[in-house]
């Protein structure tokens, strides 16, 4: 919820185009426009301040900042699904499944997830399209636990942000590493990839509010067709 106000915010200040000094609505107008409390209103604010969006004024209010007014095209520091990354730059989003498979975690899966060698994960390998064009190919490991049962019951072409979440999981933070690679030459082969780099690789361990890690992702994004921005500042 207080993510969800968090953007609401955000949207605001673009929607009402509001520039560096300007003063934002206050606390209780928010919280009546989004229909929220205001204590959700002000954790999603302290969020804003901490970020250097708004900054408060003692007795006067909250107000915009510099880097307030500027809207990034891919921000970064906001942790979305694949899925939310391409919907959000207009694509539609299919994916193809290439493999998935119960299997025994090695000792880097083990480490990254906070579990024994050998206990069981989910191994998923996919291709996410858009508008029929792959984009980004994904290698997902996830701790069976966190999704129990057989696998062949499930559809693995969608979210696995909102999938884990279904299950009491909600990841809302990682911390992410970026490299230029090429893409494993197996798969250009094997799935007709070729030619197609370079490409962002993406490494990332998702965790949940309560500090668990539940998905260790690397995602490959053609670096073509997608960016990523970072807003700087002192």
């Not at 919820?1 to 968090?6: A, I, T």
């Not at 893409?183 to 799935?191: A, D, K, N, T």
């Amino acid at each position: 919820m207080v993510l969800r106000v968090y953007d609401q915010i955000l949207a605001l200040i673009a929607d009402l185009g509001l520039k560096p000094g300007d003063r934002l609505t206050a606390e209780t107008e928010l919280a009546e426009v989004f229909g929220v409390s205001r204590s959700t209103v002000r954790e999603a604010l302290r969020l804003l301040e901490q970020e250097g969006v708004v900054h408060a004024k003692q007795g006067q209010g909250r107000f915009v900042s510099a880097s307030g007014s500027l809207r990034l095209e891919r921000p970064m520091t906001k942790y979305e699904s694949i899925t939310e990354v391409l919907t959000a730059r207009g694509y539609a989003v299919t994916s193809a499944v290439l493999d998935v498979r119960v299997a025994a975690a090695d000792a880097r899966e083990a480490d990254a997830l906070g579990l024994t060698a050998g206990d069981e994960v989910i191994r998923l390998l996919r291709i996410r399209y858009g508008n029929d064009e792959p984009l980004v190919v994904s290698e997902n490991t996830l701790p069976h636990a966190a999704m129990p049962g057989p696998i062949e019951h499930r559809d693995w072409s969608g979210s696995l942000t909102l999938a884990l979440a279904g299950h009491g999981h909600l990841v809302n933070a990682s911390i992410a590493t970026i490299s230029a690679v090429e893409l494993p030459e197996i798969w250009q082969s094997r799935y007709h990839l070729e030619g197609l780099g370079p490409w962002l690789l993406v490494s990332e361990v998702g965790m949940t509010r309560t500090g668990d890690h539940v998905l260790l992702a690397s995602d490959y994004h053609r670096g073509a067709e997608i960016s990523f921005s970072v807003l700087r500042h002192r």
